[in-house]
């Protein structure tokens, strides 16, 4: 759990249901089970902000820990920072290679900032490595046919997505900020 370095501490059984935003408890039950991280199939979340995209990205993370499975949490961009330093001290194989044995890896904010060719590469490079073995989780305020403008390459975006997508479930959010319905509530 502490390896997972989630970013909210998030349970499945504590997903708000009650707001309308597309979710229906099928699909979280499915998807607790982590069959389909047996699989290596992806989850793909989108929605607006403040939907609870990371908060159920980190819920489904910690039931797939409770599972035995080992599971990273990572900001993109903070990612693909850490690979661009592993490059200068020679550790960025390294790198890849424990990237490459995560059971789910979690990509969070994913599409925010436009990406460097450098780091389009880095991505293709993870994604290449996981496709058909280990699971991927996408999370975006980006709608996922904006993700190829997002990438930036058409060509890298091509292989990247097929890589992702092919096999992957999705959840797409809707509604208001559950951040404002707190507020609210306080």
């Known amino acids: 759990m ?3 370095r989630f970013k909210l501490r998030a349970s499945v059984q504590d997903i ?3 707001h309308p935003r597309n979710l229906k408890k099928a699909q979280v039950a499915q998807l607790a089970q982590a069959d389909w991280l047996e699989r ?7 929605g607006p902000c403040g939907s609870g995209k990371t908060y159920l990205g980190c819920a489904v993370g910690h039931q797939a820990c409770l599972n035995g499975l080992s599971t990273r949490y990572y900001r993109i961009s903070r990612l693909l920072l850490e690979l661009t330093q592993a490059k200068a001290d020679g ?10 044995k995560v059971k789910l890896l979690i990509l969070d904010d994913w599409g925010l900032e436009a990406l460097k060719p450098a780091q389009r590469n880095d991505l293709m490079e993870i994604m290449d490595d996981r496709h058909g073995t280990h699971s991927t989780m996408i999370i975006s305020q980006l709608p996922t046919d904006q993700w190829y403008a997002a990438i930036g390459d058409n060509t890298l975006a091509d292989a990247i997505l097929d890589r992702l997508m ?7 959010l809707k509604g208001e900020s559950m951040r404002k319905r707190l507020q609210e509530i306080d």
Do not use: E, F, M, V
């Open 91 to 100: 550790t960025y194989q390294k790198a890849l290679s424990q990237l490459a």
């Open 16 to 18: 708000d249901y009650q």
């Open 166 to 172: 092919h096999n992957a479930h999705r959840w797409a």
């Open 40 to 46: 290596g199939q992806n989850l793909l979340i989108t």
């Open 2 to 4: 502490r390896q997972a």
